[in-house]
């Protein structure tokens, strides 16, 4: 680890990974200015009191003449756009602008399981840790999700399952993960990308530094990820193809998972074996198995981790039955690729959708045909319903509600009798609650209030 005792760092951000920065390299003895851009309220000058009894100075209201001067060293908190004016004047200071993830990687000799992609990143994070855990290994689950990555350095883990993003890649320079992960690539973040070419470089970031002695885990099924080549060992997954002989590799023989390592084929378990539903998750459960073969778990291992993974909160979470209709919370579908993939978990089965947000303003026409394909009633809340509606109605699908709240919303799909009900918003959840996690729990709040009315008798 780097010796800061003699050292200045200005951190941008009072977010999570800020925060966890700033503490992370006071305790090195840095010296260690954080700037925030808003406003301080009670809660932040509450956090700003913590920080400064950790020896760290605290500013608000916008970045100052101090902090851009303050440092040679900038950790940014992911959510500041390149684009943005700070950024700017300290790209032309000529200052190494970096993220909490690059940092951490500047810090620790521990392998890096790094793992990106529009979709289901926070699923394969959590089971690659879960398997390994399972197999007896201290992999936390950090980055992007869950805690800060380096909160888990000073731990001592045997790995750092690491979900990143893409803003955190755009501001690494030199993460080289052991094993890299690109689970998928769709239309996402192109506001503060500027465009899809940007984006997909940003993706393409986290095996930048990769030799032939690290590992690429990359979906076989996604046009554009499957055409990438890095300079590290390819080892591919499908849900689709039972894949070439002659490649490592994991996939779907009949019903089953399987993997392929020196031209041998092992057999896991069936996907019905799994807690996790649908197509997407099959990938995502492939993703991890790939890791788990290039760190040779054992088998048995491998097959006791896929059949206790619980799954996550907010992904097609199964809530409550009610009424004889079952409601799922997947309030992390906060794109229409993550939605179609919502829909198409459930085969054949007709769902009612409660769906709608802040507007991303991407294309909504394979979500329209999904929707014609596998709901039989759609509910549209928030700052998109209206965009949503006219192309459903455009498209000829009738069975459109707008609601003006999540509680009308889930009432109305009560009231159709009809099922199971679905939260997958293809949107963000700004306009209307703090984030996607309050969203989702405020539905199960709903579908629990309406399940201890339905039990009381009248």
């Known amino acids: 680890m780097t010796d800061w005792s003699n050292e200045k760092v200005l951190v941008l951000g009072l977010g999570r990974s800020g925060i966890s920065a700033a503490e992370y390299l006071a305790r090195r003895k840095a010296s260690v200015l954080l700037s925030e851009s808003t ?14 009894a950790q020896g760290i100075e605290v500013e608000f209201g916008g970045h100052s003449e101090k902090a851009r001067n303050f440092s040679k060293i900038v950790v940014v908190s992911p959510g500041i ?30 392998p890096i399981i790094g793992i990106t992609g529009t979709n289901g990143k926070s699923t394969s994070t959590a089971l690659v840790s879960h398997i390994l855990s399972t197999a007896g290994f201290k992999a936390p689950a950090c980055g992007n999700f869950g805690v800060p990555v380096l909160d888990e350095l000073e731990k001592e883990p045997d ?29 996402d973040h192109i506001e503060w990308h500027g465009n899809l070419q940007s984006y997909t470089e940003a993706k393409q970031k ?69 807690k996790i539903i649908g197509k997407h998750n099959l990938e995502n459960a492939l993703a991890a198995v790939s890791v788990a073969a290039v760190l040779n778990i054992p088998m048995e291992k491998i097959v006791e ?45 007709k769902i009612v959708l409660i769906a709608g947000g802040k507007d991303k303003h991407t294309p909504l026409d394979e979500l329209v045909q999904c929707i014609q394909e596998h709901a039989s009633d759609v509910i549209l809340i928030g700052e998109a319903k209206e965009r949503f509606n006219r192309a459903l109605s455009d498209a000829g699908y009738k069975t459109v ?30 306009d209307m609650f703090k984030d996607f996690e309050d969203r989702g729990r405020v539905f199960k709040n709903l579908v629990h209030s309406r399940s201890e009315r339905m039990a009381t008798p009248r």
């Open 39 to 52: 406003e301080a309220n009670e809660a932040k000058l509450e956090q700003a009191e913590k920080l400064k």
């Open 81 to 110: 756009a390149p684009g943005s004016e700070i950024i700017q004047q300290l790209e032309a200071m000529g200052k190494d602008i970096i993220c909490d993830v690059e940092l951490a990687a500047r810090e620790t000799k521990v």
């Open 159 to 187: 790995y750092l399952v690491v979900e990143i993003s893409s803003y955190q890649l755009h501001y690494c320079r030199t993460l080289s993960p052991y094993v890299g992960v690109w689970t998928n690539l769709t239309p």
């Open 206 to 274: 986290l095996f930048a530094n990769q030799g032939a002695s690290q590992y690429a885990v990359l979906n076989a099924d996604d046009p554009i990820v499957s055409e990438f080549s890095p300079e590290s060992e390819i080892f591919a997954f499908s849900v689709n193809s039972t894949m070439d002989a002659s490649i490592q590799c994991a996939f779907m023989q009949f019903d089953f998972l399987v993997y392929r390592v020196d031209g041998r084929t092992r057999i896991l378990c069936n996907k019905d074996d799994l």
């Open 305 to 349: 981790g896929l059949k206790t993974f619980p799954g996550l909160e907010h992904r097609l979470e199964y809530v409550e039955t009610v009424d004889g209709v079952k409601y799922y919370n997947d309030s992390k579908g906060t794109n229409p690729n993550s939605t179609i993939k919502a829909l198409e978990a459930f085969g054949n089965q």
């Open 401 to 430: 509600q707008l609601a003006q709240s999540l509680e009308e919303a889930v009432d109305l799909a009560a009231g159709l009798g009809r099922g199971p009900i679905v939260l997958s918003p293809a949107c963000a959840s700004f």
